[in-house]
Each structure stands twice: as structure tokens, then as C-alpha cells.
């Protein structure tokens, strides 16, 4: 009878085990007051068997209701194990069906983006071709839109040559570029997720000194070449037209709006729409910078200005701040820039000379800074 005893402990203690690996917090706490129970039982038969002689009916009582709650309690664990062993398994079952179905959707969604990004990228082409034909006049009377396009083509690999070649080294924009982070990172302070879109991105040099500096920069550009260029290089840049991207993102999506050397090659009346297309795109507290050659320069307004053949106003800073407040922008400064190097600066000796000085050595651009 002893034996028994100690077999079915035993047995209760293996039991233990195998629910332990189950991992199952709760149920382990459970068996666990159980098998104390059942112990202690144990315990009280053997104590029993010491005294059989005397008290046999209370041995006998005790070990029969030993023997009951064991058969009980073994009988209950080998369903719990097995009811739980069930329920693992099917949860399993249906964790890869779900992680089947979420991998098929996931490859679905990354189909269907490319498709999209594909009749994106073709509606562009076709717009900027359309323009092409507006703005390019055709050489041959056979097929006047086919050299329209042969012409586009030549003139954007054309002017990019001119840009490496006129524009400066990438390092130079770069530095000079250099004065504008801290108005950008200013601005940006009370700014949720801001973004900030650079107009006629060219070769990519902003984008490159935000990416440098942790700001997130997307760039917009109408020519092809310039965006394959800055896309070789990793940059978020788009094909396209700013006022049309900015219709797209809608009021209050962007932190700041940038542009370098564009203005100039925009119509006074294309260029109000631009500005006010920008306050409206802009957050609260949103900021617009265009840097452009300053004609009060006399070297740059009578002379340099025109070495871009693109070009088609200088726009003296008076008018592009008067503009700026006009259609809305809170605050507005000029930022003049790129004065003429010293060692060609004339000597100062009374006032004329210095107003020439101003004239002729002065800066070369400006900036419009605008806040919304």
C-alpha cells in the first residue's frame, strides 16, 4: 500500500512537469496548490500507517479518500494538458493563415503601389511633353511635335551642362547654402512633422545639406535630366510642376518652402500665383525662402543676369517683398548676399565713393525670408 502511495505521487510530480513547459502562468499556480494538497494528504496517510494498529478505521477512511482525490486530481490534469495542447494547436493553425493572408496583401499593396507610381510617373511625362509643344517651336514641318520633343530633350541636357558649368561647384552652393539652416531649424521648432519643399531643386545641393542636417527635403523640378541626376544620388525629387504639387498636398502640409535661383525664370504673373499658392500650402509659423541675383548690383543687372539665357526678369528686392506681404505672409525681410570680394572693393573716402562701392561690389543676390 506504501508503494502505491508513492507511485501515484509520483506520477502527480510528472504531471507537474509537463504543465510547467506549457508556460501557462495561471494553470501552474493552480497545480501547484493541488499537488501541496495531495502531498499533505499523503503525508497524513503515512502517518496513518504508523498507528495502524490502533486506529485501522481511521487508516482505512483516510486512505480511501487518498486514493479518490489522486484518481481525481491525475484524471483533471490529463485533460487540462490535453485541452490546452488543443487550444495551442489551433491557435497555431490560425497565426499562419493570418500571417499567410497578411504576406499576400503586403505583396498585393507593393504591386499595386508600383503600378501607381508607374501612371504617375507617365502622366508627368506627358504633361511636361504637352508643355514642350506649347512653349518649343518646331524646326521641321514633317513632324513638328517630334522635334518639339528632340529639342526639350537636347535644351534640358543642354542646360545642365550650363549649370556645371556657370552655376559653381556643388561644394560652393553647398557652403553658401550653409546660411539658411538656421532660419529653417528656427522655423521648425514649433512645426508638427515638417517638411520641406524645395522649387527647381537643379542639381540637389540643398536637398543633400538637409539630408546632412536631419531635415526632411523633398525636391520638384522640370527637368529630366536634373531629376535623374539628383535620383542617382538617393534624393527625394519629383518630375513635375510646384503649383501642381502644392494643389496635390493641400493647405497646412508643408513646414517650408525653398527655391534657389528660380524666380527669375518665372512671369510676374505666374510668380504671384506661386506666392500665394505657397502661403496657402505652408503651416502656421511656416517659412519661404527664394534667393535670386540682385539687380541693384550694376554688374549683375546689366550684365550677368543675362549670361543665363533662361532667364527672363530681375526682380529688384523691393518688389518680391512688397509681393510677399501683399498676399499675406506676416513677416517679411530681405537677406542680402554675395557681396563682391574685398580685394576689388574700392577705397572708401567719402560718400559717392562708397555708394558706387555699393553700386558696382555690392551683393550680387538676395533672399525673400516670409513667415506665415
Avoid at 202 to 219: A, K, S, Y
Avoid at 339 to 359: C, G
Wanted: with cysteine; hydrophobic share 35%.
Amino acid at each position: 500500500m506504501k508503494q502505491k502511495i508513492l507511485t501515484e505521487s509520483k506520477e502527480i510530480s510528472d504531471i507537474q512537469s509537463e504543465l510547467v513547459s506549457l508556460d501557462n502562468q495561471s494553470l501552474n499556480k493552480l497545480i501547484h496548490n493541488l499537488l501541496e494538497q495531495s502531498i499533505q494528504s499523503t503525508e497524513e496517510a503515512k502517518d496513518a500507517t504508523t498507528v495502524k494498529s490502533k486506529w485501522p478505521k481511521i487508516f482505512n477512511r483516510l486512505l480511501r479518500k487518498q486514493n479518490v482525490v489522486n484518481r481525481r486530481l491525475i484524471t483533471g490534469l490529463k485533460d487540462a494538458i490535453k485541452a490546452i495542447a488543443n487550444l495551442n494547436a489551433s491557435h497555431q493553425s490560425k497565426l499562419k493563415d493570418h500571417q499567410s493572408r497578411i504576406h499576400f496583401l503586403e505583396k498585393q499593396n507593393q504591386s499595386l503601389f508600383t503600378v501607381l507610381t508607374s501612371l504617375q510617373q507617365e502622366l508627368i511625362r506627358n504633361r511636361n511633353f504637352n508643355i514642350s509643344k506649347q512653349n518649343i517651336q518646331g524646326l521641321s514641318s514633317k513632324d513638328p511635335s517630334a522635334d518639339n520633343l528632340e529639342m526639350q530633350s537636347l535644351m534640358d541636357a543642354f542646360y545642365l551642362s550650363f549649370e556645371n558649368k556657370f552655376r559653381g561647384s556643388p561644394d560652393l552652393i553647398r557652403k553658401r547654402q550653409m546660411v539658411y539652416l538656421p532660419y529653417i531649424n528656427e522655423s521648425f521648432k514649433d512645426i508638427t512633422d515638417p517638411v520641406l519643399l524645395d522649387v527647381g531643386c537643379g542639381r540637389g545641393e540643398w536637398l543633400e545639406l538637409l539630408q546632412n542636417n536631419n531635415i526632411v527635403g523633398i525636391g520638384i523640378d522640370t527637368n529630366p535630366d536634373m531629376v535623374a541626376e539628383c535620383k542617382n544620388r538617393q534624393q527625394d525629387v519629383i518630375l513635375g510642376d510646384a503649383i501642381d504639387f502644392m494643389k496635390d498636398k493641400g493647405e497646412n502640409s508643408l513646414g517650408a518652402i525653398t527655391g534657389f535661383h528660380i524666380i527669375e525664370h518665372i512671369p510676374f504673373t505666374q510668380l504671384v500665383k506661386l506666392f500665394n499658392h505657397c502661403l496657402v500650402a505652408l503651416k502656421e509659423g511656416g517659412i519661404m525662402i527664394f534667393e535670386t541675383p540682385n539687380p541693384e548690383n550694376l554688374c549683375v543687372g546689366s550684365c550677368n543676369f543675362y549670361l543665363d539665357y533662361t532667364h527672363i526678369l530681375p526682380y529688384p528686392p523691393q518688389l518680391i517683398k512688397f509681393l510677399a506681404d501683399y498676399v499675406g505672409f506676416s513677416r517679411t525681410k530681405i537677406l542680402e548676399l554675395h557681396p563682391v570680394d574685398k580685394s576689388f572693393q574700392l577705397e572708401v573716402k567719402d560718400r559717392p565713393t562708397d555708394r558706387l562701392n555699393k553700386l558696382i561690389n555690392g551683393p550680387q543676390d538676395y533672399a525673400i525670408i516670409a513667415y506665415k
